[in-house]
């Protein structure tokens, strides 16, 4: 598809997305110390965001030389009005909303729940979605989260609800509950920085469909790439591709294994 579409700069494509580039989204390399980015390189291909955002390039004629890469602030890309990129992406969740100002893409990841626990307790060990049934979990009150927890799980213990993940967050550490239930992302988020010797003991299956929640790359309104985009998301989902990427640094590298029955 390169050159059907025109890009901001001809014979290269330009992507945007937020500083400090976050783990496992983006992944350090040792022997650089690129700037500006700040803990990730999304430069490298290493990272599930960096990885698909260089699949998607592929899939639209660009080699990995063809990418260029800039910061740009999570809340601006969605702004209306110009834009410094030809895509952008940093876990950014589709919003009708969002959509009204900027173009956003079919769905790449479909995001995900999954239990946070400390370190040394038996739900660590859980393997099914049957062995969290006995243990005490908590999420905070009007999420996805805490539908998951009564529709999916459905524990035989009480179910506790929290205003806040620093509530649940305070509760797992005074052993009121065995595992805080929350979209992966999160998650990832509470046991980098929140909460100490913390570890995700699993995410919960996602069945894809328009009303579930999803990252999308973000274009200009009216971009003219925005078809190709979608085109080659298509084609990564159809390859398998997007599914591997998605176990390597995701499942795997992360730690987050899938859940089953």
């Known amino acids: 598809m390169k050159g059907q579409a025109q890009t ?32 990730g390189d999304p430069t490298n291909g290493q990272g599930f965001e960096s ?5 998607v390039a592929g899939k639209l004629g660009y080699s990995q030389s063809d990418v260029k890469w800039i910061v740009v602030p999570f809340d601006n890309s969605y702004a209306s009005g110009k ?10 969740s589709y919003t009708a909303q969002r959509a009204t100002a ?14 946070v626990a400390l370190k040394g307790n038996p739900i660590t060990s859980a393997r ?10 908590g999420a905070m009150q009007g999420t996805t989260a805490y539908t998951a927890i009564k529709s999916v799980i459905a524990p035989t213990a009480t179910v506790s609800v929290y205003s806040s993940n620093d509530d649940a967050i305070a509760a797992v550490k005074a052993k009121q509950i065995d595992g805080i239930v929350t979209d992966l992302p999160t998650a990832f988020y509470i046991t980098a920085v929140q909460l100490d010797n913390s570890v ?16 999308s790359l973000v274009l200009a309104k009216g ?39």
Request: hydrophobic share 40%; proline share 10%; aromatic share 12%.
């Open 8 to 39: 901001l700069t001809s014979g290269t494509l330009t992507i945007g997305t937020d500083n400090p580039a976050y783990p496992p989204y983006f992944q350090p390399d040792a022997s650089t110390a690129p700037k500006p980015w700040k803990l």
């Open 200 to 215: 995700i003991v699993g995410q919960l299956p996602v069945t894809p469909g328009p009303n579930a929640e999803h990252f």
């Open 83 to 92: 834009k410094a990129f030809d895509f952008y992406l940093a876990q950014v």
């Open 223 to 261: 971009s003219p790439l925005t078809t190709c985009v979608n085109q080659a998301i298509a084609s990564l989902k159809a390859d398998g591709t997007l599914d591997q990427i998605t176990k390597e640094w995701l499942a795997d590298k992360a730690s987050a294994p899938v859940l089953q029955p």
């Open 102 to 115: 900027v173009d956003m893409s079919d769905g790449y990841y479909y995001v995900a729940q999954s239990i």
């Open 51 to 55: 990885a698909v955002a260089y699949a």
């Open 128 to 137: 099914t979605i049957g062995d969290l049934k006995t243990y005490k979990l």
